[in-house]
């Protein structure tokens, strides 16, 4: 379909945008997806400083690049996460503050609205993020899990969020949840429950990310076809299985990149994510937005990587027929 | 092997043991792991009354029934973990207290030292039970863990069970760790973990249920295999994957018996654990301890699938070989 | 769930009610669902003969055998059919007559209506059968298909079928229609799509058989559980795929039986039908109904064949939870 | 082997062969096989007009095209089909007439022995297409199969096809089924037999196209190697089976393209065909003819299609060896 | 189809007969393929002694006990085999004499022709064996085969075999190779091959054993139907893969039974043979000799499995049908 | 990692290497590693000629060709073997003498070390080849083997290579050996015993090529990572199974490239080998010499192939991540 591809600065956020810019113009993206970490792109300066997004406008436009979306990952996991150590280590200072749980969610949730504002002002339509969850580490019910107290989840998110989703809304931009493990939503249950519970406001979608749902085994295809209403960012990333009787799928607390995980993520069109398919059901809902390469793989160059990913994705989204097939079958 | 065949109790605490143990007798179990709990095995009781652990041991004789083991699950959860409302409701009311989460481990190992020295003086020679965890919370890394915190995990681990240990070894019980989600160990990296952690004293080994496998898609013979010195107590039980692109492994937030779940616990022979190669792998490791049907199925008749349960291990537990396979083909 | 397991006659319509009553009583069989031809049930003289009715239930029960439904499968396919001279050795001379298609289709209608009057009278509450389809041979859309005209056959089967289930609803009777290949509806889809056709009138249900989903590659639990209100009555049968990259899936113009086809009817428990998931599934749904064993395997003796259907289907059918998994585990 | 890979140019009769010639040419075809509809064609004018072939010949060498078949798909199927209202939209309508059956099929033979003629003029050694069949209706035995009727489709066959073939021989021409659904042979057990039903007669051969073997499971690659000299042209054609348990392999009533299918045809190189395998068969049978890409996906432009397809074809088309694997290994 | 079923005596030559004997009865065989060896059936005694096979006859007869076929699988072996220190262990010394290779070769001939003619004297159709192979040692081409020497292996066997199979045919005995690696024959092709190089003579048949096939990923069932004129008897014995990427499906130089082997030799019913499936092959092919199990497990007790592989088999043999599977559906 | 890229010579001896060289340097290769048979390396010009090595290293650089190894696969065959006439057929004459095996075996030995030698003054580190056998023969145990046996055979290789291990270590060179079915070693168990049986001597280790692992159904990145030590050298080749049921994995005594077999050798990313696997195994292990194409594939013209093979290799072979994979993503 030709849609833009793009590369998330996420796991380039040690570069400077600058020298970030150049290269993935050389390589040949047609656009980032600028995180809202590293120099990348700074939500306060871009609210504080009338000149900011212009300038930040300019890098890009001097190296050719677009921008589809801005990305809050880091800050958005604390609006609803059961607040510990490891935020302090990917959380802005003013967020973290003196670390107090709900003092940090709640200036996390700040910190997402003034995205949506700053998103607004550079004229970008959607941010991407996460949302956390204060019931994830309730995956499994043992000792059992008081299931009321999942359903009390969902709505700690819904009126955690609800506020969020109103300056989105006033904004007129859109927020795109990736659906991902330690979040509200990671499977369609979860995601059909987390929708819901937010009456499904138009302002709260998805960014869609199949890597996610390979090591999981979820249909990613069938994903895109039920939530079509509110596919509205999609990552590109993949990950593969490596199960082989002594790897568990729960991963063994091993971080990324260690042996004997039971999978692990790779560089795309080197894992389990049947892009195809993503592509042919992305194509039925149409979609046409950015395809946005999240490139993590703890077992390759990333600068290998990325060029391959970029040549993969170009070759793997293809247009839709615009005709029907037995059409020109026919006599005539 | 002829191994005795025993029911774990765990699920029928409420019935009384008088009543359960003349069902079970009925059936054709040859013995009963007896759950800590409901009113079939009382640590307090048997430690303060001379008389209960002969009554006890009365009822099962009475109805022909032998007891290899006793099991804390319940209690035994709280040592190392991160106690919430949930402990409340499985914890007997002297160790949860007043809930202060280090309060609570620290009486709920107080209370496991106890069940050791109730089993020495009930004469068997096992406790089964879980550990807890401090790190479960940990299990998806993001926010990004510092896996020196997983280490510390570790380490909590058996700084909180060394002191227990003393007092198996001073009892000269074993106690069997049943490797299991949320638990310290529960898969081959973090057995091998744990072990390590605690210098494999002898005291500590495992409860071996292949039902937390199958799902885990970890190859149960080869962990036998691997931890032979260490499989103290065998548990019959089994789950089955039902993933169909919509049900994610990680099971959706759902209990037990819920429709939309990626797997589920059933009935041994019902589901994707291959006790036969279970079997030989316990046969080649010498191990002649019971079976012990750990019966949990949410979609079938507790007493239908005790007894169906019980033929299936029966007819599943046969006895290796005594001579070696070409001695019978030579000539002479 | 202790359903009555019984014996659909249809395949042994060479031997009189009488004898087979006492072979299916002698082999455990705890009913007999009569199929309408043979000398099993005649519709016309249980509508005509005011006795009728009471003799064939004076043979049932003098060998201990229920009837909780009759089957039509063979004039009801004709209610929709382009006829043909296939038609006229499985149809009552009465409903062949000159075998003018159209002739045909009335009068098979009328019969079918008679069926309903006749169960009626009999005391069964279902009748079981087919619907023919107008549009089957168009099964391959080549020459392409105008799908309008698809549609015209499911509003030829809505036309037909409406007056029928008219009289359904009138006698308290209502109709199972095996979901099969050759029928308006064979699968999810055109199951939809049918039960739309007549507005889901509750009086048109399915009879339920398993064996004609798994050569389609269809899922018959999720099956079950998408027309849960419509499963009526179940057949047990089953079939086995024969996928050797020689033998097509679509069957070769073979007749079952001969080699080279790419799957075939097997008695149950030897084939792909998975029925301890059908179980699973009619027992979430409440279904209490008969497990009726339709046989037919061109390769083993039918005698050996039900007797050894009927113990697979005594093992295979357990009686769901009645309480919840961790219900018992809990303290207390 | 460098076979020249062609465009079958069926798909693209909406497109006048001028045009279509020249995009061809530009992607990189080396020839084309022309339909005989839409004006690519035309057999009367190719009798009638003896300039008409040279310039049919002239567009394709001014765009540098080779042609090496010409396809008479829609008027074949009616030589032995039960023509209906589908026939209508597809033949010319000189053929369709009256639309009396019978009459269509004569008129449809002496159209396909015209098309001997006219390729014989034209200077092409084969001509592709279907046959129809009298008992395609019967694919499924219900009502039970008169297997005595499809034998006599079988004979229907050759009846009508023998002076068919005579023509062919009488021309040097040969002529090209397309093993396929709604045939007289659409796998290995009807090739088997509609060979046989005209004595395997030297000019009527196989235009081989694996796409409609993958949805049946069946082996391209063995079809090859048992029918190899018969093996008069081939197709290049993808098709990709789409089962997850709800959608049937049989296909739902539902068009190419719909949801809900459980297979459909994709552009080569996207689907279950193994073209490999082939190759490696044609290479085994020496097959030296062209590669004809009949290109059809529902989901896909057509234009980045076909050059896709055409880049695969390319890279898949390999050389066998021409010496012995150990040779060259041995010494001196 | 009610065959009888047999225990082969070869891995039982350590029980003197009338013991065992006495066990297969009490287990419930209905006889013993006796093997040539241990004191089972010795042919040199059945020559000599005129009284001897009435005695073995009489043994036979007081428990009840039929015998269709002797066996000399360990003598056998030495006729076309490159002879070396292991036949010593296995042959009669007569047969090793003083070792010598080709001696050896000549005098097992000779032992094999008296087999028959003790056969015939005992009044059994069938001696079932080995062949050995003089090219067995090729199996892999390295250094690079003469495949001219693998013609000749063929060659040297129909020439050691011929004046055996003359023999044969002299007493009205048929000879039944089992199809196994290290034998002239172990697949389809070298079957194929060796029949061939015998002249297909009809004294020359096959002992069809299932383990074989299994752990070369050959289909049994098709073998069975291949060769259907010459499957003269039936082993019942089982294989398991155990292929978990460390273990060869070579077998590692192990042993049976040692860890690390990629498929091993188990009771009937626990591997991977599909004995359905070749049930059913033998009833198409109207096979109606014994199924004789040839225990071999190296991880179970011989008497616990020779008694469940009996019952395996006894409920896997069903009668063929003999009526058509429509004739009883169709009206009169 | 951009690791050179070469191709074994030893499939293209027929041509001179000169005319090699300057085929494979067109085509983009890095290097050659030069077979020493054909006129690519010869080992005793090498000794006695001082200007010969210069003269290869003449024509390599010419060409602009790197030499990282050269390969005596032919004549360290028979160090172990059971010679045959297979040896005469790719030995030397001075090696093969009068045929008799001892003697062979040890001209064998004496031209390995002279290899060696040969190697120091060539400046190559690495000699790869085979080892041979003595118990190769006996593969499948029967005649029982004598276990013991096996064990012999691995002292015979260690008393054979020991003198040959001290001539590499003397002149600072490896051996590589092939692990190949037919050699000492073939899979992980005999690898193990190899490398025990002398000691795990640094001067002998492995040129891996998982071409011999993958029809054997081993993990060949499992087996780089278990042995990462002793990974000097690495072939890419492919191999390909092709079980139908009728192929047997053993190969039914055909040679490569004749229809029927179980498994063949193919070019490069034609087969079963997960190159991507391998190559990540290579990252984790540091192995950074060459990645050497030996190319074979009896059913590809070689010239095609090598060519498709070395894009297949470039394109696989990426360089693993220099930082850790969070490490970027995190905050500042």
């Keep these: 379909m030709a849609r833009p591809v793009t ?41 504080a400083d009338p000149g900011y997004v212009d300038g930040r406008r300019e890098i890009l436009e001097r190296h050719g690049l677009e921008c589809h979306a801005i ?32 003092g940090v969610r709640q200036r996390a949730a700040d910190k997402v ?9 550079f004229g970008v339509p959607t ?16 000792p059992p899990n008081d299931f009321e107290a999942i359903e009390a989840g969902y709505r700690d998110f819904a009126e ?36 819901t519970a937010i009456d499904r ?38 990950s ?6 002594r790897n568990s799928i729960l991963g063994g607390h091993l971080n990324f990149g260690e042996a004997g995980r039971g999978w692990d993520f790779v560089s795309p069109g080197h894992g389990d994510v049947d892009l195809e398919s993503v592509i042919r059901a992305l194509n039925r809902i149409g979609y046409d937005g950015p395809l946005s390469i999240e490139w993590e793989d703890a077992g390759m160059d990333r600068e290998w990587g990325a060029q391959d990913a970029l040549a993969f994705v170009r ?15 026919e006599r005539s």
Tied chains: 1, 2, 3, 4, 5, 6.
């Design 127 to 142: 941010v991407n993020g996460f949302t956390g969850s204060s019931i994830w580490h309730l995956l499994y019910s043992f």
């Design 160 to 195: 955690r969020w609800g506020p969020i989703i109103d300056v989105f809304e006033a904004e007129g931009v859109r927020y795109g949840l990736e659906i991902h493990p330690t979040e509200i939503a990671y499977d369609f249950v979860t995601t059909r429950k987390a929708l």
């Design 315 to 329: 070759r793997s989204d293809f247009t839709p027929s615009a005709l029907a097939f037995d059409a020109a079958y």
């Design 201 to 238: 406001r138009e302002a709260f979608g998805i960014n869609f990310d199949p890597s996610h749902f390979a090591h999981q085994f979820l249909d990613s295809a069938a994903f895109v076809e039920e939530f079509a209403d509110r596919i509205y960012h999609v990552h590109v990333k993949d």
């Design 240 to 245: 593969k299985k490596t199960l082989d009787g």
């Design 71 to 102: 990305s809050t990952h880091l800050v958005s996991q604390a609006v609803c996460d059961l607040v510990d150590e490891r935020h302090r280590a990917v959380l802005p200072p003013d967020v973290w503050g003196d670390g107090d749980p709900e």
């Design 113 to 121: 609205k003034d995205t949506a504002r700053a998103a607004a002002r």
């Design 7 to 47: 590369l998330f600065t996420g796991q380039w956020a040690d570069l400077p945008l600058e020298e970030l810019a150049g290269r993935a113009s050389g390589w040949g993206f047609d656009g980032l997806e600028l995180a809202c970490w590293g120099d990348h792109f700074d939500v306060d300066e871009a609210l």
